[in-house]
Each structure stands twice: as C-alpha cells, then as structure tokens.
C-alpha cells in the first residue's frame, strides 16, 4: 500500500529524474510522479532513457498519456517491469498539443474510453493503475457530469482519484492560464469524497502553505502538491515534519546539497549537463539571507562548458546560513 498523505504532482519539464532525486532527498516519505510520458514515445522512441530513475526515488510513479487501451497497457506493462510503484493516466493537461494528440483533459468527454483504457492497464499489471483530471472540461462542468465520470472509471476497478480542483478550459486559455484562471473549487473536490466514501481522493491545485493542508487533509484522502514543490521544494521539509512527524530524517539546505553531489558527479561522467540538474535546485535557499547569489552564480556558471559540482561548492558560499 502506497502511503498517498503527501505526493509531488507530475509537472511537464520540471519533475524529470534529476529533480525527483533532488526532491526525494528534502521528503523521504512523499509519493513522487515522473512526467507525463506519452505512449507514442516509450512505444516508438528511446524507452530506456524516458523511463530511467534512480532506486532512491522510490515510490515513485509513472505518469502515461494515451487513449489507446492497447497502446496504454503495453506502456503500463513497461513501467511495471522497469519498477515503478504506480501507473498514472493523465486526464487533466489542457494543452493543444495534448489535446490533438487525443489525450488529456479532453478525454474527460469520453469518460467510456477512459475506462476501457484503465481496464487494458489493470489487466496486465499488478501495480496501482490511478488517474489524475479535473473537476470538469469547458461547458460539461456539472457535479453530475463529473460524478458520471467518476462512477464510470471506478467501474473499470481504478479506486484512486487525483483531481486538480479546477476545470479545464481547452479553447482559448493556454496551459498555463489554466492553472491560474478556472477558480478553485475545493468543495466540489471534498464533496466527492463525502459521496464516494470507498474511493481514494487526492486533492491537487494551489496547495502553498501548511495550513490549508492541513485543512484539506481533514476532508480528502491526501493532497498533491504541485508548483510550490518546485518553486520553492524545502516547502517539502515543512511538510515532512507536520504530517509525518519525520523530524529526525529532515536535513538542513546545505546538507541536502552537500548529500547530492555524488549524484551530480556521478551524471556528470554520464554526459548530463550540471545545468540541467542546478536548475532544479535554485529555489531551495528561498527566503533565506543569500539567496540571491546562490540562484546568480548557478545561472551565470553552471551552463558553461566543463561545468562541473566546484560551482554548486562555490554557490554553497554565497549562502551564509546554517540551514
């Protein structure tokens, strides 16, 4: 049983390997989830390096993106044989591109195709097979509509929920606007899990403080976090010592980046850039006395050719702080 209190959100272009190592290093208890990996790309391109993890991100999920049932299990199957913890279906990015490639939020219209493909996962894995939307996509936006959709995947067995509690709008706002312009709707989201009592219910969606948590924790099964753990991720270090009462195994931000420098060293004879590991680690100082410099000398060095862990040494400097 995956604990599911506290998870990280699957976040394009920001939760790849190197952060959720990074991340893993700040919350040893979180439940973390990769990209969104489409079908297409672990089918026909290289599936080695889209599903490539380190054994200490455990647990951690594999987010796919499809509509094909068959297509969507052979790439269940390849995720379940490489070891991760859980398959994730992403029935909430709002993205053009998402939407023309039929995945996505927009498949939240066709809540039958939906569960023919999480019963094709079920079938050939014995991992979790989860599901991540939103409360609802353009005018189909009903409680009604939504608990349709609920009840009809929960038929095909999948019995976790993630749900960002906005809806989506797929014309006219962009990816971005749409996890800022669609109000939050909490309540729909708490609602479910009053009418659903069986099923697991994950919050997700403007989540930044300890305090609305908390409160949330008091309705649903568990909350995802999502930008906040990216923009600022020793946010998770709070999260860890209040809702997991894990205190002793929080370390401070300098030991955190002192405990990943082997990981750097050891990508860096790999041919992996340092830049593209220091960008994931440049909010970790925020709202402390220099951060400022840390976040300017990583940007300015760590791009440059030969780029290697002597500059993160030499950022560490410019915070002067104990934690």
Not at 2 to 26: G, K
Not at 44 to 51: A, N
Not at 121 to 136: D, F, L, S
Request: aromatic letters at 8%.
């Amino acid at each position: 049983m995956l604990n599911r209190l506290i998870s990280v959100a699957p976040m394009m272009d920001w939760t790849d390997r190197h952060d959720r190592y990074f991340l893993r290093l700040i919350a040893p208890n979180a439940l973390l989830y990769t990209e969104m990996v489409t079908t297409g790309a672990l089918i026909y391109g290289d599936y080695q390096r889209f599903l490539a993890y380190d054994a200490a991100e455990h647990p951690v999920a594999l987010q796919l993106g499809g509509s094909d049932p068959a297509a969507l299990a052979q790439c269940a199957k390849m995720g379940e044989d490489h070891g991760y913890d859980e398959i994730n279906l992403n029935v909430g990015c709002p993205s053009d591109r998402v939407k023309s490639g039929r995945f996505g939020a927009c498949l939240m219209l066709n809540p039958e195709l939906v569960a023919d493909c999480i019963a094709a996962m079920r079938a050939v894995v014995k991992v979790p097979v989860t599901i991540k939307c939103r409360i609802g996509v353009d005018e189909q936006d009903s409680y009604e509509a939504l608990c349709h959709f609920i009840q009809t995947i929960a038929k095909a067995g999948c019995d976790v929920f993630i749900i960002h509690a906005r809806k989506a709008w797929l014309n006219g706002l962009s990816p971005k606007q749409n996890r800022e312009i669609p109000p939050l709707r909490y309540d729909v989201v708490r609602q479910l899990k009053q009418d659903f009592p069986a099923l697991t219910i994950i919050l997700n969606g403007g989540l930044k403080n300890i305090a609305d948590i908390a409160e949330q924790l008091q309705s649903v099964d568990g909350v995802m976090i999502g930008r906040e753990a990216y923009t600022n991720p020793y946010f998770l270090a709070e999260v860890e010592k209040k809702f997991f009462q894990d205190a002793e195994s929080v370390k401070t931000r300098h030991a955190i980046i002192e405990n990943l420098l082997p990981y750097i060293e050891e990508q860096l004879t790999n041919n992996v850039k340092l830049s593209s590991i220091t960008r994931h680690i440049l909010g970790v100082f925020q709202g402390e006395p220099g951060a400022r410099g840390w976040r300017r000398y990583l940007s300015e060095n760590a791009f440059k050719t030969g780029a290697n862990v002597d500059v993160i040494k030499t950022a560490l400097k410019q915070v002067q702080i104990v934690n």
